[in-house]
């Protein structure tokens, strides 16, 4: 049970600094004056008065510095934790001893630390994903070469043609990192301008129908009556949809069905991609979007992707003001990946 000293230190340390720091200031004289107006009393006489100061001056330092460590102690703490993590202890955290600005400080720093661990993190987890994308085509390379070397292996039309398929897809590769810097760094080109919604879905469904046809999956559009233009860079729109195309092609078994449609709702206009494949389990869900992450951990890099086609989608829509979201009912029931668009209001 808390008693009512206890009851009133929590009130008053739940005060902002300023009421704190008069409150300290104040009790500080206060502690002096009552003290040597005790000791004059108790001993009125000269000796008594040079006491009375005595005391009164030592009561008031041992008060000043009580107030001087709460206030003081906090702001050690972040100025230790802040060397630390410059120096690349990420995992530095502060206690938070009080509800005011110094709480509210040590609050921040620790939510400021956390953040920086995360992007160390990612930043380590995605110079490791880069290295492996490159080494991999890389250690083909130089076998082929060593071989030729060698005299092992014949310099072949087909030697040469799969050499250069190595080499084209580090170059895809590397334009595919270039674009999604850009875009995460909000450098990259726009034309936004109004344009009907129907045409994106078009260009990308044609150009993507020979692939469909060649696996065996239904591709069919679905798109609604009088939509409203939408304000967005079209060639990019037909980037993104083609990648979702891609990406539900890729994990669609033949005879399954992809749906790409686009309708207006509120918010915006909305695009949608659906497919009959293997779906995404709940887990997977909240990471899809990100660099190089891949569902199946096991599936090879030629049919699995680099795994930075949906994280080239997110930083293009979002770059045109939009959002992308992803769904699923669990692994083999499907996924619908959906992105909302601005609408310019004029009517295509």
């Known amino acids: 049970m808390k008693t009512p000293l206890h009851r009133l230190y929590r009130h008053v340390t739940s005060y902002n600094l300023g009421p704190k720091l008069f409150l300290a200031h104040f009790t500080v004289a206060l502690v002096a004056i009552l003290t040597f107006v005790f000791v004059s009393f108790a001993m009125p006489s000269l000796f008594g008065n040079l006491l009375a100061g ?34 690349g202890s990420y995992d530095e955290r502060v206690p938070v001893a009080e509800d005011d600005e110094l709480g509210a400080l040590s609050e921040s720093f620790n939510a400021m630390a956390a953040a920086l661990e995360e992007h160390e993190g990612s930043r380590r987890e995605f110079i490791s994903d880069v290295s492996h994308e490159l080494n991999t085509p890389l250690s083909t390379l130089q076998g082929y070469v060593e071989g030729l070397l ?23 590769l590397v334009d595919d990192l270039r674009q999604l810097s850009s875009a995460e760094a909000g450098r990259l080109a726009l034309d936004i301008a109004p344009f009907p919604p129907e045409q994106p879905i078009r260009l990308a469904a044609e150009g993507m129908r020979p692939l469909f046809a060649e696996k065996g999956v239904r591709l069919r559009g679905e798109i609604s009556e009088t939509l409203p233009m939408v304000l967005a860079d079209a060639d990019r729109v037909v980037q993104v949809l083609t990648n979702l195309l891609s990406n539900a092609l890729r994990h669609t078994p033949a005879g399954g069905l992809v749906v790409v449609g686009v309708k207006a709702q509120e918010v915006g206009i909305l695009f949608e991609v659906s497919d009959t494949g293997v779906g995404i389990s709940a887990e997977h869900l909240p990471r899809i979007f990100e660099r ?5 951990k ?9 795994g ?7 930083a293009l829509v979002e770059a045109m003001g939009g959002s992308i979201s992803a769904e699923s009912a669990g692994a083999g029931r499907g996924a619908t990946f959906a992105f909302v668009l601005p609408a310019s209001g004029w009517k295509s």
């Open 54 to 87: 005595l005391a009164a001056t030592v009561a008031a330092v041992a008060a000043s510095l009580f107030v001087t460590g709460r206030i003081v102690g906090p702001i050690r703490h972040v100025l230790a934790a802040t060397r630390r993590i410059s120096a």
């Open 308 to 314: 930075l086609g949906l994280a080239i989608c997110r």
């Open 298 to 306: 096991s599936r090879s890099r030629e049919g699995g992707g680099s």
């Open 292 to 296: 190089f992450y891949r569902v199946e």
């Open 150 to 172: 060698d005299g092992v292996i014949d310099p072949t039309e087909e030697t040469w043609g799969l050499m250069y398929a190595e080499t084209e897809r580090m170059r895809r």
